[in-house]
């Protein structure tokens, strides 16, 4: 987990009462391994200060405006100058643990409320996407039957057009098994599995295509043409 270290001002005992009055003035600084965040003077809203192979690094406005120089980044400067990173995790007062901790709930809050917001958004966008998807596909499916019966009406099997290209396959009828064990009396669709009877369902396909028969208890499922297209260029 990230460590973190709070940077406390550390000076000569007789300067105290004038840093109890620039603490007040200037935000904290807390370390983590990654970088500085920079409080913001009477309660604002703290601002991260990252540390990159160039230097210090500072997302506000100013920063970006101004090849990275802001009053944040001057911020932390001045304290690893005044302010070295002690060996140890110095002390906070109870009083800062608490501001500290109230700072947490604050952030918890805003996390929640972007979690709520956001969640909301996706259920709109997912609707939104499924009303125009729908709107769209009905669309679609009215130039598919138009292009589904040009092939039809013209005995196509294949036509190349300028934007790509159509195609028509007739397919085989689906035989359904509604009793396998009547299907099982006829030995022309039995074949034999090590110590078990199966049905062979390529032999039924065939003699139900070629001849047209339901074979007792099968049901014999004719399905449509299949119609495609590919569009020049596309995937």
Not at 152 to 167: C, I, P, Y
Request: proline content about 3%; charged content about 25%.
């Amino acid at each position: 987990s990230t460590s973190l270290y709070i940077v406390c001002s550390q000076g000569d005992p007789n300067m105290e009462s004038l840093q109890s009055v620039v603490s007040k003035i200037i935000p904290n600084v807390i370390q983590s391994d990654t970088g500085y965040l920079v409080d913001g003077s009477y309660g604002g809203n703290a601002v991260d200060v990252a540390v990159t192979d160039t230097g210090l690094e500072c997302q506000c406005f100013v920063a970006q405006v101004s090849n990275g120089e802001c009053e944040h980044v001057r911020i932390v400067r001045d304290y690893l100058a005044n302010n070295p990173i002690p060996d140890d995790k110095p002390v906070i007062t109870q009083a800062d643990a608490d501001y500290y901790l109230a700072k947490v709930a604050d952030l918890d809050e805003i996390l929640t409320a972007n979690t709520e917001s956001a969640t909301k958004q996706i259920d709109r966008i997912k609707l939104w996407l499924e009303v125009e998807t729908d709107k769209i596909q009905r669309k679609k499916d009215y130039y598919l039957l138009a292009l589904d019966n040009y092939m039809h009406l013209n005995d196509f099997s294949t036509k190349r057009l300028v934007n790509g290209t159509l195609k028509v396959r007739s397919q085989q009828p689906e035989i359904k098994i509604t009793d396998e064990d009547e299907v099982l009396t006829d030995e022309r669709f039995v074949r034999l599995i090590p110590e078990k009877r199966a049905i062979d369902k390529a032999a039924l396909r065939k003699y139900c295509t070629q001849t047209g028969e339901e074979v007792a208890g099968t049901e014999v499922i004719l399905k449509p043409h299949k119609f495609s297209y590919k569009l020049n260029g596309g995937a």
